[in-house]
C-alpha cells in the first residue's frame, strides 16, 4: 500500500474459495474488486456475499452464471446479467451500480461446434447490450478463453484478441 504505483489501482481479489475471499477483504487496504460471485448456488448465497463485498467497500466482478449454468447465448448472457444487476441494486443489496463489472463469458470460438458459432459475436452484443441496459455497470472478460481453439499458435491468437477487443471496446468493454 505504500508503493505509490501500486496503491493507484485496486487490487483485484480473485478465488473460487468464498472464505479466502473474505479474508482478503478484511486485509487489503482501500478499494479492492473481487473477482467474482454469481448466482450458481441461487440468490441467498449471491446476496450474502455481495452484503459483504459491499460492507467491505470492494467492487465485484458478476459471471453470466446462474443455477442453470453458464450463460452461453445472448439472451441467457442478458437475462442472468439483469437479474444480478436488480438483485444488486435493490433494496436487499444496496449495491452502486459503478461497482459491479459483468463478466458475461468469453467461450471458446472456431472448434467446429455448430453450438459455439455465435459465441463471439454473442458476447460482443451483450456487452453493448448491458451498457445500454445496466446503467453505471462496468464489462470485462477473459480474452484468452476466446481462442483455446489455437493453442500453440500464438500469432493466430493474438490476431484474434486483437481485433475481438477492437470490437470488444468499441461496444463498451
Not at 481479489?13 to 475471499?21: A, P
Not at 444487476?85 to 471458446?108: A, G, K
Not at 476466446?146 to 481485433?163: C, I, K
Amino acid at each position: 500500500a505504500g508503493e505509490p504505483d501500486v496503491a493507484r489501482v485496486p487490487v483485484m481479489i480473485d478465488s473460487s474459495d468464498w472464505s479466502v475471499i473474505a479474508e482478503a477483504l478484511k486485509q487489503v487496504p482501500g478499494k479492492s474488486i473481487v473477482n467474482s460471485i454469481s448466482l450458481k448456488n441461487g440468490e441467498e448465497e449471491f446476496v450474502a456475499h455481495a452484503r459483504y463485498i459491499r460492507q467491505m467497500g470492494a467492487a465485484v466482478v458478476v459471471m453470466a452464471f446462474d443455477e442453470n449454468g453458464q450463460a452461453d447465448t445472448f439472451d441467457r448472457k442478458i437475462a442472468v446479467c439483469r437479474r444480478a444487476y436488480d438483485i444488486l441494486t435493490s433494496s436487499r443489496v444496496d449495491f452502486n451500480p459503478q461497482d459491479i463489472i459483468f463478466d458475461p463469458n468469453i467461450l471458446t470460438v472456431a472448434t467446429g461446434i455448430k453450438e459455439h458459432e455465435r459465441y463471439g459475436l454473442d458476447f460482443l452484443l451483450a456487452v453493448e447490450w448491458i451498457k445500454q441496459n445496466l446503467p453505471g455497470a462496468k464489462v470485462s472478460g477473459g480474452v484468452s478463453n476466446l481462442s483455446f481453439a489455437f493453442r500453440g499458435n500464438n500469432y493466430v491468437r493474438q490476431a484474434m484478441h486483437s481485433v475481438f477487443l477492437y470490437h470488444a471496446i468499441s461496444r463498451g468493454m
